[in-house]
């Protein structure tokens, strides 16, 4: 099975990328990240070969004082041929520094703006509409009238390809039905694996799935005993089994682990270069 994967058809990623998400601190209601390491960590990414990063203009410290996207500008801008940057709108941090889900369309053209600013681009590489909140997908919930309005900001050029997070396969029908969806990207890791409707349409589709959380998130823990002793055969670390099972599982999936530390991108980057073998994959299944 390739490590590269064509994002949207024309954009070559690995297939181990890097989230962006704990860079301002180490918990999303936790204490700041000293910067300069997040910035470390940013540059040593690219340096291990990593050319999808994925951030969010919410993705902050708690007091407001670290964002991933700054970070991420300060280290890599002007940023490498062939680094593709993916980001999502939807929720908005609240004045407390909590996150409430924007469910208005009107809102969703500034937190573009917001990205683009941050980032400092003139066009975003990939742009998820993020629904609901850290639980289940909103069953049910119409996406239309969220999701035009990013279909035409990508008309505009300012967006080139359009995602969805969090969501179900009626929400994944109902987006591909006004524009195309490069990418999904759900709650899934090692010992979660109920999403097959979804990642069964993105693999007839060509659709990247983009499991968030690819370890657990610090909500659950992948690394159960089976996943141990396949570790143990390969010399390899619970962590780094737990991805090479998630890019095992599928040729569209793609994991984006995210660190704040060098030591745990350096494993988490390693993962990539593990071949389970078919007693591996029986022992996880």
Do not use: W
């Amino acid at each position: 099975m390739s490590n590269r994967f064509l994002l949207g058809g024309e954009l070559p990623v690995d297939r181990i990328g890097f989230g962006a998400m704990r860079l301002p601190t180490g918990t999303f209601h936790g204490p700041a990240r000293d910067p300069e390491t997040g910035r470390a960590v940013l540059r040593r990414a690219v340096e291990l070969g990593v050319d999808h990063i994925d951030t969010a203009a919410f993705y902050t410290s708690g007091d407001g004082t670290v964002r991933a996207n700054a970070l991420i500008r300060e280290a890599l801008h002007p940023y490498p041929d062939g680094l593709v940057v993916a980001t999502k709108v939807g929720p908005a941090r609240t004045p407390d520094g909590g996150l409430a889900a924007a469910d208005d369309p009107a809102v969703l053209r500034p937190l573009v703006e917001e990205n683009l600013r941050t980032l400092g681009v003139d066009r975003l590489d990939l742009v998820y509409l993020r629904i609901g909140g850290v639980g289940e997908p909103p069953h049910g919930e119409s996406v239309a009238a969220r999701f035009e309005v990013l279909a035409a900001l990508r008309e505009e050029g300012l967006i080139r390809h359009l995602g969805l997070s969090n969501v179900d396969g009626g929400h994944l029908a109902e987006a591909r039905a006004i524009a195309p969806v490069a990418a999904v990207q759900n709650h899934l890791h090692a010992s979660r694996r109920a999403d097959s409707e979804v990642l069964a349409v993105c693999e007839d589709a060509g659709i990247a799935y983009v499991p968030f959380f690819p370890l657990g998130g610090g909500i659950s823990d992948p690394a159960d005993g089976r996943v141990a002793e396949v570790a143990a055969r390969h010399g390899a670390t619970a962590p780094q089994i737990a991805l090479a099972r998630l890019l095992a599982s599928s040729p569209v999936t793609l994991a984006i682990p995210g660190t704040g530390s060098l030591a745990h991108l350096e494993e988490n980057t390693a993962a990539g270069s593990i071949v389970l073998t078919e007693e591996d994959l029986a022992d996880l299944a």
